[in-house]
T-cell receptor, first 111, second 112 residues
Framework: GAGVSQSPSNKVTEKGKDVELRCDPI?????LYWYRQSLGQGLEFLIY????????KSGLPSDRFSAERTGGSVSTLTIQRTQQEDSAVYLC?????????FGSGTRLTVV | DQQVKQNSPSLSVQEGRISILNCDYT??????FLWYKKYPAEGPTFLIS?????DKNEDGRFTVFLNKSAKHLSLHIVPSQPGDSAVYFC???????????FGQGTILTVHP
């Protein structure tokens, strides 16, 4: 596709359940990022994939969060045993030397 | 540790006037600074950037100023238009396409 695609666009889940968020980057973009925006907060870096290098996981807030990128393309962010503080908009971006392109995000609400 | 800060959560200006959005940073290793604009239910979109070797970059109605000694950058929009109403994020990094650190965002409202 022409842009970065994220699914689902909205997800409501019960506290304690696991969720998976998907990101389909722009074809050919080797770098992929996950950020999240909590209410009233800026964009918080979570994880970064660059080609075949080991991912930079320095922004993951706890071991309940994990992400993988299969075949250098689609990425899945998994949150286990969700908590209410996980409620946020999760944004994926892919980049080339020309800069970032963000997806529209997944709004996660934990009730 | 907030390395990039936007201290004004919101800004309201009249159509046709200048909008000035400010951003401060603490990491002197940042080489690239960017502004993104975000509408509700959409992802942020790139607006304008500046590298650390410059102190000004202009693109149409948008100008970014960088003051390295003060670790401060600002975005000027002139003249402001109602369609400019959005959340504006500043961001900083080693390059324009690598890992970026974002500020908290400023909500700009331009009144007709």
């Amino acid at each position: 596709g022409a842009g970065v695609s994220q699914s689902p666009s909205n997800k409501v889940t019960e506290k304690g359940k696991d969720v998976e968020l998907r990101c389909d980057p722009i074809s050919g973009h080797t770098a992929l990022y996950w950020y999240r925006q909590s209410l009233g907060q800026g964009l918080e870096f979570l994880i970064y994939f660059q080609g075949n290098s080991a991912p930079d996981k320095s922004g993951l807030p706890s071991d309940r969060f994990s992400a993988e990128r299969t075949g250098g393309s689609v990425s899945t962010l998994t949150i286990q045993r969700t908590q209410q503080e996980d409620s946020a908009v999760y944004l994926c971006a892919s980049s080339t030397r020309n800069g970032y392109t963000f997806g529209s995000g997944t709004r996660l609400t934990v009730v | 540790d907030q390395q990039v800060k936007q201290n004004s959560p919101s800004l309201s200006v009249q159509e046709g006037r200048i909008s000035i959005l400010n951003c401060d940073y603490t990491n002197s290793m940042f080489d690239y600074f960017l502004w993104y604009k975000k509408y509700p239910a959409e992802g942020p979109t790139f607006l304008i950037s500046i590298s650390s070797i410059k102190d000004k970059n202009e693109d149409g109605r948008f100008t970014v100023f960088l003051n390295k000694s003060a670790k401060h950058l600002s975005l000027h929009i002139v003249p402001s238009q109602p369609g400019d109403s959005a959340v504006y994020f500043c961001a900083a990094g080693g390059t324009s396409y690598g890992k970026l650190t974002f500020g908290q965002g400023t909500i700009l409202t331009v009144h007709p």
